[in-house]
């Protein structure tokens, strides 16, 4: 078993802010842990616009506060995110995050992020493994 809280894992290599600083994400469960899946809380800021694409991952998002904008780059449409509303990218959608309040989610994904995963030119996290 094993029991992990935000407190434990703030300043640690499991806190990571993005560069941009348009969001923070604490990761409690990574692959090392060996649950087969990741799972992230993290804090996305009002203001700030974030493109990504999980080329190599599912996501599933559930927004736990704040109001934002979610754009499906492939298809155009817009989505109004707001506490209790669960986005899944099972399709490896290029999408594009508009907070205008700060943002706060919880977000899994498969195959689970080892930690060490940067976004690339492309918003995309490349496939690591846990020994690579």
């Known amino acids: 078993m094993i029991i992990r809280s935000l407190t434990d ?3 640690t290599d499991r806190d990571v802010t993005a560069e941009t600083g348009a969001w923070r994400s604490r ?3 990574l692959a090392g842990d060996g649950a087969g899946f990741s799972v992230h809380e993290t804090v996305m800021y009002a203001g700030t616009t974030t493109s990504m694409w999980y080329a190599n991952h599912v ?7 704040g109001e934002g904008e979610l754009t499906d780059e492939e298809t155009g449409e817009t989505h109004r ?3 209790g509303t669960l986005y899944l990218l099972d399709g490896h959608e290029r999408h594009t995050m508009r ?7 919880v977000c899994v994904f498969n195959p689970p992020v080892t ?3 940067v976004h690339d030119d492309n918003g995309v996290y490349p496939l690591l ?4």
């Open 99 to 105: 907070p205008r309040t700060d943002l706060r989610f």
């Open 27 to 29: 990761r409690l469960v």
């Open 9 to 11: 894992i703030e300043g």
């Open 81 to 83: 995110i707001s506490p």
């Open 115 to 117: 930690g060490r995963e």
């Open 59 to 65: 996501e599933a998002v559930l927004c736990v506060e």
């Open 129 to 132: 493994t846990e020994g690579a």
